[in-house]
């Protein structure tokens, strides 16, 4: 069975940086399209960065340049190094498998989910 | 910008009823679109890939179509375990959208 548990989510101040984890069992964190989605509160998904299986790494605009998707094939974790947190990126940030995609360099679509965290970016 | 516009935004149905869901993409995204049932407070669940693949496990009431711009989701006969809100995502560009859901309420 498939589980992705998320942990690291809290409450962070304008310009502040959080680290999100995602220990992985059932599946091969170095072997899939592991991505990272969030939803704002009462809002709709939207992705938000994907690592490919051979390292690569792809980011959404509002994110670029601040979020740095790792992974940690020994212990079978996802992170998410969020830095120069905004007020905009307070969402419930959840993990998903990628199970394929289009094209290279585009998201995948999403087979399991975890149960998501909560990051609140406020003064 | 790359937009998913899902119609309508609520729905009202009662337990039995067709229920339809329309996604439509700004540019054409073949067959590349999924759709997803998410329930308050939990994850969104896959129920359709590449436009009209049901995901192992999910009943056969629920059924897609569509390639290009417009694509639809089609539960045959609303149980009450369906009412929640759907999400289309394309994942043909960069933008992976998602559309900005569906709820489906009880009429």
Same mark, same amino acid.
């Given at each position: 069975?498939?589980?992705?548990?998320?942990?690291?989510?809290?409450? /962070?101040?304008?310009?502040?940086?959080?680290? &999100?984890?995602? %220990? %992985?069992?059932?599946?091969?964190?170095?072997?899939?399209?592991?991505?990272? +989605?969030?939803q704002?509160?009462g809002?709709?998904?939207?992705?938000?960065?994907?690592?490919? #299986?051979?390292?690569?790494?792809?980011? %959404?605009?509002?994110?670029?340049?601040?979020?740095?998707?790792?992974?940690? *094939?020994?212990?079978?974790? &996802?992170?998410?190094?969020? *830095?120069? &947190?905004?007020?905009?990126?307070?969402?419930?940030?959840?993990?998903?498998?990628?199970?394929?995609?289009? /094209?290279?360099?585009?998201?995948?679509?999403?087979?399991?989910?975890?149960?998501?965290? &909560? +990051?609140? +970016?406020? #003064? | 910008? =790359?937009?998913?516009?899902?119609?309508?935004?609520?729905?009202?149905?009662?337990?039995?009823?067709?229920?339809? !869901?329309?996604?439509?993409?700004?540019?054409?995204?073949?067959?590349?679109?999924?759709?997803?049932?998410q329930k308050p407070g939990k994850a969104?669940?896959?129920? !359709?890939?590449?436009?009209?693949?049901?995901?192992?496990?999910?009943?056969?009431? @629920?059924?897609?179509?569509?390639?290009?711009?417009? @694509?639809?989701?089609? !539960?045959?006969?609303?149980?009450?375990?369906?009412f929640a809100t759907?999400?289309?995502?394309?994942?043909?560009?960069?933008?992976?959208? =998602?559309?900005?859901?569906?709820k489906?309420?009880?009429?």
């Open positions: 069975e498939v589980q992705l548990v998320e942990a690291g989510g809290g409450l /962070v101040q304008p310009g502040g940086s959080l680290r &999100l984890s995602c %220990a %992985a069992s059932g599946l091969s964190v170095s072997s899939n399209y592991m991505t990272w +989605v969030r704002a509160p809002k709709g998904l939207e992705w938000v960065a994907v690592i490919y #299986s051979g390292g690569t790494t792809f980011y %959404a605009d509002p994110v670029k340049g601040r979020f740095t998707i790792s992974r940690d *094939n020994s212990k079978n974790t &996802l992170y998410l190094q969020m *830095n120069g &947190l905004r007020v905009e990126d307070t969402a419930v940030y959840f993990c998903a498998r990628g199970r394929d995609i289009a /094209v290279r360099g585009t998201p995948p679509y999403f087979d399991y989910w975890g149960q998501g965290t &909560l +990051v609140t +970016v406020s #003064s | 910008d =790359f937009q998913m516009t899902q119609s309508p935004s609520t729905l009202s149905a009662s337990v039995g009823d067709r229920v339809t !869901i329309t996604c439509r993409a700004s540019e054409s995204v073949n067959t590349w679109l999924a759709w997803y049932q969104p669940k896959l129920l !359709i890939y590449k436009a009209s693949n049901l995901e192992s496990g999910v009943p056969s009431r @629920f059924s897609g179509s569509g390639s290009g711009t417009e @694509f639809t989701l089609t !539960i045959s006969s609303l149980l009450p375990d369906d759907y999400y289309c995502q394309q994942y043909n560009t960069y933008s992976g959208t =998602f559309g900005q859901g569906t489906v309420e009880v009429k």
